[in-house]
């Protein structure tokens, strides 16, 4: 069974910072391009970073410079370090991952990210 289960969000104030985790099981970690997407209330669910299983990167131009996705195959595990956050970034942020061969695609359930001003 494919679980992907973020941890990390929060409430923070402008300025600040928030890393989120999303620990992967049930998959072959290492051969899955892994990403970060939001849906902020009433808004469509928009791709925040994608990393592949060779380490390129991809992030939407609303938070190059400020967001950095990594992964570490030895844990199963990718990140979202989110700094000089943004009343924007507020939404839930969920974790997906793709079979970069099979084009399986898994979600996580999300965790909440809530930036005050």
């Known amino acids: 069974q494919v679980q992907l289960v973020e941890s990390g969000g929060g409430l923070v104030q402008t300025g600040g910072s928030l890393r989120l985790s999303c620990a992967a099981s049930?998959?072959?970690?290492?051969?899955?391009?892994m990403a970060w997407y939001r849906q902020a209330l009433g808004k469509q669910r928009e791709m925040v970073a994608t990393i592949t299983s060779g380490g390129s990167t991809n992030y939407a131009d609303s938070v190059k410079g400020r967001f950095t996705i990594s992964r570490d195959n030895a844990k199963n595990t990718v990140y979202l370090q989110m700094n000089s956050l943004k009343p924007e970034d507020t939404a839930v942020y969920y974790c997906?991952?793709?079979?970069?061969?099979?084009?399986?695609?898994?979600w996580g359930q999300g965790t909440q990210v809530i930036v005050s001003s």
């Open positions: 049930g998959i072959i970690f290492s051969i899955n391009a």
């Open positions: 997906n991952a793709v079979h970069e061969e099979l084009g399986h695609v898994y």
